[in-house]
């Protein structure tokens, strides 16, 4: 390491008045020989000499630990600052999209498999399979993940609910409905592959084969905010902005506009599914059956609206739509398309629905035991 030029020259210096002054207090002292000084003592010039050796050796011991001193305060600048804390990195949370993904392919697989196609198997599970049902006997029509819960880091329980439709000998089929199959899941990986392995490739594996168990617990709604029927009369006008708009919005007949609030924007179908629609029921949040008049302006009707839309066969399709009207210049106009039904709770019918997802590992923890690792 190179000392810069200031801190060379300021050594140097150092050094020259050192050896300077040493020279100085070296020289003999003629007038102390062996007199004695005003306190009684004598000094002799052998013990001058002794002394300034002692102090010049004092001198260059200062001047050299100079450069030591100085790279001490260097090291000791440049390191980290007393009662500074270092940020503390946040481990990212495991994703169950890969595990889940992988039981819903290994219950499919398993549906269809049977005696002699054991190996269908083998990228799902690795254990010794021996199945009893005949092959092709079950399919899975539909399947879809509806809980997964990591056990253990890098080990997960999944629930898969599957359509299944059995076939016999005479290739007749029957539609056994929706069962429900848990399985455990082991993931290899990094957090976003469900593993706990920053690094390592995703990978996965079947602890077992899939344990059939029980419906998740049905619940109930609340009831419907849209407590008042308006039937389907032509003679309410928030019943007539209702119809125009779904038709606008399903049949491209109409332009949406000028049957929305101002900055409002819908964007209808396209292209349209639907050649015409029919206005089966409406419901709202308003009090009184009577026809229903444009209240004052910024008045908001929550709606309900039952539809019959027919499409481009002929058929008829039934649909309902939850919408918020809002009045303006004495007439309704279409607030929002609702992403779902407003129901009864504590706080007022514009506040955002609470929707609640049953869990099934909660509700079938008493049928069958959580699969454990092999």
């Known amino acids: 390491m190179r000392w810069p030029r200031r801190q060379r020259e300021a050594a140097n210096k150092k050094y020259i008045e050192a050896d300077a002054w040493c020279e100085e207090v070296e020289k003999p002292q003629e007038s102390l020989v062996d007199e004695p000084d005003e306190t009684g003592w004598k000094t002799s010039s052998a013990q001058l000499a002794g002394l300034s050796r002692l102090v010049c050796v004092g001198v260059w011991a200062l001047v050299a630990s100079g450069p030591v001193l100085g790279m001490l305060a260097f090291v000791s600048s440049s390191g980290p ?12 949370p495991a994703s169950p999209v890969g595990p889940a993904g992988f039981a819903e392919l290994f219950v499919a697989a398993y549906l269809q498999a049977g005696q002699g196609t054991e190996r269908n198997l083998a990228p799902y599970y690795a254990g010794s399979v021996a199945l009893a049902v005949k092959s092709g006997t079950r ?6 993940v509806i809980a997964s819960r990591e056990v253990q880091p890098g080990y997960w329980s999944v629930t898969v609910a599957a359509d299944v439709t059995a076939h016999d000998y ?5 539609h056994l409905g929706v069962q429900y199959f848990r399985v455990g899941i082991k993931a290899t990986g990094p957090a976003g592959a469900g593993g706990i392995e920053q690094g390592a490739a995703a ?25 008042t029927d308006r039937g389907s009369s032509s003679a309410d006008p928030s019943v007539e902005t209702a119809r125009g708009f ?17 900055g409002t924007r819908f964007q209808p179908i396209n292209p349209a599914p639907y050649a015409a629609l029919k206005v089966t029921g409406v419901q709202d949040d308003s009090s009184g059956s009577g026809q229903r008049k444009v209240l004052a302006d910024g008045t908001l009707l929550h709606q309900l609206v039952q539809v019959d839309a027919t499409d481009q066969a002929g058929s008829p399709v039934s649909l309902s739509y939850a919408l918020t009207l809002k009045s303006r210049a004495g007439r309704w106009e279409v607030a929002s398309l609702d992403d779902a039904p407003v129901i009864r709770a504590s706080s007022p019918p514009s506040a955002a629905p609470h929707t609640t997802t049953p869990n099934p590992d909660a509700a079938t923890a008493s049928d069958s035991p959580s699969p454990s690792n092999s």
């Open 139 to 144: 399919t899975a029509t539909q399947s879809t």
């Open 81 to 92: 600052a007393q009662g500074v804390t270092k940020p503390v990195a946040i481990a990212t």
């Open 246 to 262: 779904l038709a606008a919005y399903l049949t491209g007949t109409t332009e949406l506009d000028r049957y929305t609030s101002p």
């Open 203 to 227: 990978g996965y594996a079947a602890t077992s084969l899939p344990a059939q168990v029980a419906a998740p617990t049905a619940i109930k709604p609340g009831g419907l905010a849209y407590e």
């Open 170 to 174: 005479k290739s007749k089929s029957q």
